[in-house]
């Protein structure tokens, strides 16, 4: 039920008005005078002030005044009579919502008052998905304990602050936009826009468009003017992510933007003066790039003023138990859980780690994701895990330390009893599971329990 302060120094309205908005639902609080108002608003949460202009002591506008410094996104509606029109037009000037002459249908002032309160509600809900995204992508939030990655937050502390462009490169999923959204969100520009832009999206026509926008009738289909990611990110930062596949007649046009920082879109004759903060990523190494003649060197070099590069998470692997668990609590704890997994053993701890990770954390983080969903208990264990990364565990068979006059059956029995020994163990003594982890029948394996003395 919102809360609305009714101010006026005539005693008969605020009566009227709160009784109005009881029937409506809402709250009233009354005040007969600026300073008793602004009691109130340091002492109630207030969701709209209606409030009379001409008061004595401190007036309706000098009350908004000061009622936005409390808080600027609190609706206020000014009540005025015909002849302090001119006074409710400075109030709208200094950030009122609206005004509404006395006398007023009750139904006017309700509409009004509902409308106000809807958007304030929005407002809020805004500001707090800003502040739930700024913690998610705050730079001390990335997850990694590794040197490296410790190299990394320092440089992103130090850069966010500034409007110097920002190169990140390393290999597809090792979390690029991650950083590129942690700079945006600790930057100077963190309540203005980030825009992304992928360059390996689209063809290069179209990528011309998408990024300078384009004018009505500038070609086929252009049926109305569409504003390009240029303008979309004033005062803002812009993404550009795989920067590498950007085609080089469109190098020539960005350099161009950097340069100038104006546009002309598609079709178009008027520079567009553009005021944004560019962050590029690559899975290549554009200094090669430049090498082959594949990008150019001047706009390399604007690009990176500050650059660093993500290493793979096969050359972190000190910090994929940190990512495991991190992914386990997104898919368990958060409102769209998917199982419920509270741990993982440290068998299959060792063997991710063990893994390549060619898709490096986003592969992590999909195969966590399959695991919460299809693990039958609560604890991922390594019969869980995909078989391609059970079957590239390493051998551990140390060959050169088998004893002289060994023969070859009894060695391979041996092998054999120590692989059906580990699979139990790995496997809890599910003999389901440690059948799939050896890539036998459960009767076989069976027979093999038997036939080493270990189906006991």
Not at 77 to 97: L, N, Q, W
Not at 229 to 254: C, H
Not at 405 to 434: D, F, H, P, W
């Amino acid at each position: 039920m919102e809360n609305i302060l009714i101010v006026d120094d005539e005693k008969n309205y605020p009566m009227i008005i709160g009784e109005l908005l009881g029937e409506e639902g809402y709250t009233s609080l009354t005040a007969s005078s600026g300073m008793e108002a602004l009691d109130i608003l340091n002492n109630e949460l207030i969701d709209l002030v209606l409030t009379d202009v001409n008061m004595p002591g401190m007036s309706g506008i000098q009350l908004l005044e000061k009622i936005k410094e409390i808080n600027p996104d609190i609706p206020v509606i000014i009540m005025t009579a015909y002849g302090s029109v001119e006074k409710a037009v400075e109030a709208m000037h200094k950030g009122a919502y609206t005004f509404i002459l006395k006398p007023f249908e009750n139904q006017a002032l309700i509409a009004h008052i509902a409308k106000a309160i809807s958007v304030y509600r929005i407002v809020q809900e805004n500001s707090i998905l800003r502040d739930a995204i700024s913690s998610r992508y705050s730079f001390d939030n990335i997850i990694g304990k590794s040197k490296p990655m410790q190299e990394i937050y320092e440089i992103i502390k130090k850069v966010a602050p500034s409007n110097a462009s920002f190169l990140i490169e390393g290999e597809s999923g090792t979390g690029k936009e991650l950083v590129a959204k942690s700079i945006h969100y600790n930057s100077l520009r963190k309540n203005k826009s980030l825009v992304a832009v992928n360059c390996s999206a689209f063809a290069e026509t179209l990528l011309e468009s998408e990024l300078f926008g384009h004018e009505k009738g500038a070609f086929t289909g252009a049926s109305t003017m569409k504003k390009g990611r240029f303008e979309l990110s004033d005062k803002g930062t812009l993404f550009l992510d795989e920067i590498g596949e950007l085609p080089i007649s469109l190098q020539v046009k960005l350099l161009r933007v950097l340069q100038e920082k104006t546009i002309e879109r598609v079709g178009g004759t008027l520079s567009i003066p553009v005021d944004f903060r560019l962050i590029a990523a690559t899975n290549k190494d554009l200094e090669n790039e430049v090498k082959n003649g594949n990008f150019r060197e001047d706009l390399y070099y604007r690009l990176n003023v500050v650059k660093t590069v993500i290493p793979p998470l096969r050359k972190r692997s000190e910090d994929i138990p940190l990512l495991i668990n991190h992914f386990i609590d997104k898919y368990t704890k958060g409102p769209h859980s998917s199982g419920n997994v509270s741990e993982i053993s440290h068998e299959a701890v060792k063997i991710l780690c063990d893994y390549q990770w060619n898709g490096n954390v986003r592969e992590l983080e999909n195969m966590i994701e399959r695991c919460v969903i299809l693990c039958s208990s609560d604890i991922i264990t390594p019969s869980d895990l995909p078989l391609q990364i059970r079957q590239s565990m390493p051998s551990t068979l140390d060959l050169d330390g088998i004893p002289e006059g060994v023969g070859l059956a009894e060695t391979l029995a041996a092998v054999e009893k120590r692989m059906i020994q580990r699979a139990m163990k790995l496997s809890g003594n599910i003999q389901t599971k440690a059948a799939q982890l050896l890539g036998i029948g459960k009767s076989g394996l069976n027979q093999k329990l038997k036939k080493f003395n270990l189906d006991k």
